[in-house]
């Protein structure tokens, strides 16, 4: 494990937790925790329910049982806003960021909770972090490359000053070197401090980087522990990593 974490506070905290689509149970009973300062992430295959995990986290997907703490706080009811408010921020999967939009004004849309004065010198904290997105700060955010949007999209969110991040699927769509320094930000992050919650279908680049590893099969959690544990895990390497 890279750091141990296992006295800090937690941030997230999910217990039991289901969710359905209609008649369809999508979440069984997911257990899950994110601590203070951890990278931790959640991986498995196409449908295991990676989405609607984070979705309900997020508050756009109905939950039908089970809850979800932020920092103590009981938010398995509370709106999607309130959740913003209480200091989680999901960074989409697919970026989605404002394409007819400069790389600032994107920057400037994330800091909506925040105090106007305090938003420019986070820009600038931002800027320290992504130094490509200081080069194109004026440049339309439709023009970055893949994997420079993915930044700006995470720098967004980081600009809401959230308690943690949440990462849906960064490495989606990316090629190869692309992926693996979308990955190094993210552990560069982590090193500085922010607590990062990743789900991933690249099991062995997310696992490379976490603390601490989830797997999700068919809506429940099957495996977890240190991340480089799990990448040795005999089950983990030929379900997810061809070996
Ligand atoms: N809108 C929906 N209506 C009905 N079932 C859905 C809906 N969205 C997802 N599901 C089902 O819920 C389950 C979990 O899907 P989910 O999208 O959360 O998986 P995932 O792990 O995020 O997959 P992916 O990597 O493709 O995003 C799947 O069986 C899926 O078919």
């Known amino acids: 494990m890279k750091n141990d974490h296992t006295g800090s506070p937690l941030v997230l905290q999910i217990k039991g937790l289901t969710s359905h689509y209609g008649r369809i149970q999508a979440l069984h009973g997911i257990d899950l925790e994110v601590r203070q300062g951890q990278l931790v992430a959640l991986v498995g295959a196409n449908g295991a329910g990676k989405t609607t995990l984070l979705r309900a986290i997020s508050g756009v997907q109905p939950v039908s049982g089970g809850s979800i703490h932020f920092r103590g706080e009981d938010v398995t009811r509370a709106s999607a806003d309130r959740r913003v408010r209480a200091g989680i921020c999901q960074v989409p999967e697919g970026r989605q960021v404002f394409g007819p939009m400069s790389v600032e004004d994107n920057l400037r849309l994330g800091a909506y909770t925040r105090p106007k004065g305090e938003v420019e010198a986070d820009m600038e904290r931002m ?16 023009t970055l490359s893949g994997g420079q ?38 552990a560069g992050l982590r090193d500085q401090g922010i607590t990062i919650f990743l789900v991933e279908q690249n099991a062995h680049a997310a696992l490379s980087i976490a603390d601490v590893g989830y797997v999700i099969e068919t809506g429940a959690i099957t495996l977890s522990g240190p991340g480089p544990e799990l990448l040795r895990n005999e089950r983990v390497q030929s379900a997810y990593l061809g070996m």
């Open 127 to 142: 800027f320290a972090l992504f130094p490509v997105l200081k080069e194109k700060r004026l440049l339309l955010a439709g």
């Open 149 to 186: 949007q993915q930044m700006l999209a995470m720098a967004r969110a980081l600009m809401g000053r959230p308690s943690a991040l949440l990462l849906d699927e960064p490495s989606m769509g990316l090629a190869p070197l692309l992926i693996a320094e979308i990955f190094r930000i993210v």
